[in-house]
């Protein structure tokens, strides 16, 4: 009966090699900016905010710009057509954390707004998101 505790031994190393296994997986990969290119960081948690506004992409876009500026540093400006829409997305920094925000059209009077925010370690920062787009929209007004 004394060896009974050693049997499963082997089995307590590989359940505690796998759970590392898998918590390292879970917290370590890439994810998608806005602009389209992949960072690393967790790619599993939330860090977007989707907005839709019956305004003019130009008008929207400068509401952002104004926004990103005020908060923090714009560190960039690109505009793109993909499959036939213009997409105008927006870099900066707020606090440390990087923010990305999009800015196209839905249809022709609605514009969409994808604002994701990163923390430096590369996890989602959706409370930043959702109070640099509540800033976009109360410009807006």
Request: glycine share 10%; aromatic share 8%.
């Amino acid at each position: 009966m004394g060896g009974l505790g050693l049997e499963f031994l082997p089995m307590k190393k590989v359940l505690a090699v796998a759970v590392l296994a898998l918590g390292a997986f879970a917290f370590s990969g890439c994810y998608k900016t806005q602009e389209g290119s992949y960072r690393a960081g967790v790619p599993f948690s939330k860090d977007t905010i989707e907005s839709r506004y019956e305004r003019p992409v130009a008008q929207v876009f400068a509401a952002a710009k104004a926004t990103l500026a005020y908060n923090g540093a714009l560190t960039a400006e690109v505009a793109a057509t993909r499959d036939d829409e213009s997409v105008q997305t927006l870099t900066g920094r707020v606090n440390g954390r990087s923010l990305w925000v999009r800015v196209d059209e839905v249809e022709p009077r609605i514009t969409r707004v994808l604002v994701q925010a990163r923390k430096t370690g590369g996890m989602g920062d959706v409370d930043l998101a959702s109070e640099i787009d509540k800033q976009i929209a109360l410009r807006l007004r």
